[in-house]
């Protein structure tokens, strides 16, 4: 599923440059417009501690899962978040690798990755570095990250083959992505789909079960298994994908 990259990509832009500055003004902004209340943020992290994380992470927490439990990180490994928003999956990810491993966070906006940068620095965070870039084109090396996660951000992006692509591209051999998105049932066509709700609200660019496993299969990856974790409107759930790359 293929949509106009340019336009969406603006609109993306537009809406968490707004979004950041909310969290500037110390308000929680609304990721998933079209959807009710509780199924995206920092609720959908269950218990999360947020004694050590800035109050502005939290708060710009607009995913629709935990992404950094998902993938099972480990101590000394290297991982990637794409489109890593106000950081607070970069953060926790920091803290789940230890200070011999080392967490990227990728985004497009501004605004995000100079809030990113703040809470970083806040959390006094020495394995972290925030790149500026697209989800589609990774400014890493190919080979260097053992794992990739994303927050309820692959939906949002025009050109998913690209990001899957670059997934593989990043990957160590046997290295495994472990992501928390949006994901529709197969039952859903991408008109349905665009009627339930708008792209910027997570819901009109998600993939359905099918077409996110032949996406991630095409570009290589192996053992791809989604599971749908809570509803978020009428045939579309938040969900788990994890995927390996073949060794």
């Given at each position: 599923?293929?949509?106009?990259?340019?336009s969406?990509?603006?609109?993306?832009h537009?809406?968490?440059?707004e979004?950041?500055?909310?969290?500037?003004?110390?308000?929680s902004?609304?990721?998933g417009?079209?959807v009710?209340?509780?199924?995206f943020?920092?609720?959908?992290y269950g218990n999360?501690?947020?004694?050590?994380l800035p109050?502005?992470?939290?708060?710009?927490?607009?995913g629709?899962g935990n992404?950094t439990?998902?993938?099972a990180?480990?101590?000394?490994?290297v991982v990637?978040d794409?489109?890593?928003?106000?950081g607070?999956?970069?953060?926790l990810?920091a803290r789940r690798?230890?200070p011999t491993g080392k967490?990227?966070?990728?985004?497009m906006?501004p605004?995000?990755?100079?809030?990113?940068?703040?809470?970083?620095?806040e959390?006094?965070?020495?394995?972290?570095?925030i790149?500026?870039?697209h989800?589609?084109?990774?400014?890493?090396p190919?080979?260097?990250?053992d794992?990739?996660i994303?927050?309820?951000?692959?939906?949002?992006s025009?050109?998913k083959?690209a990001?899957f692509a670059?997934m593989?591209r990043v990957l160590r051999p046997a290295g495994?992505v472990g992501?928390s998105?949006?994901?529709?049932?197969?039952r859903?066509s991408?008109?349905e789909r665009?009627?339930?709700?708008?792209?910027?609200?997570?819901?009109a660019?998600?993939?359905?079960v099918?077409e996110?496993?032949?996406g991630l299969?095409?570009?290589?990856?192996?053992?791809?298994?989604?599971t749908?974790?809570?509803?978020?409107?009428?045939?579309?759930?938040?969900?788990?994908v994890?995927a390996?790359?073949?060794?």
């Amino acid at each position: 599923m293929n949509e106009e990259p340019g336009s969406i990509r603006d609109d993306v832009h537009r809406f968490y440059a707004e979004a950041a500055t909310v969290v500037a003004g110390d308000a929680s902004p609304c990721c998933g417009a079209d959807v009710p209340d509780g199924r995206f943020g920092a609720a959908v992290y269950g218990n999360l501690d947020e004694a050590d994380l800035p109050d502005a992470s939290v708060l710009a927490s607009l995913g629709c899962g935990n992404p950094t439990a998902v993938a099972a990180l480990r101590e000394g490994e290297v991982v990637l978040d794409l489109g890593s928003g106000g950081g607070i999956d970069v953060l926790l990810s920091a803290r789940r690798v230890g200070p011999t491993g080392k967490a990227y966070g990728l985004d497009m906006v501004p605004e995000m990755l100079d809030l990113a940068r703040r809470n970083v620095a806040e959390a006094g965070a020495t394995n972290v570095e925030i790149l500026e870039g697209h989800i589609e084109d990774v400014p890493l090396p190919a080979s260097s990250v053992d794992v990739v996660i994303s927050n309820c951000v692959i939906n949002l992006s025009g050109d998913k083959p690209a990001v899957f692509a670059e997934m593989f591209r990043v990957l160590r051999p046997a290295g495994r992505v472990g992501v928390s998105d949006v994901v529709a049932e197969d039952r859903l066509s991408i008109s349905e789909r665009v009627e339930l709700g708008s792209v910027v609200g997570c819901i009109a660019g998600a993939l359905s079960v099918s077409e996110y496993r032949d996406g991630l299969g095409a570009a290589g990856f192996v053992d791809i298994e989604t599971t749908f974790t809570h509803p978020v409107v009428d045939g579309m759930h938040a969900s788990i994908v994890t995927a390996t790359k073949p060794a």
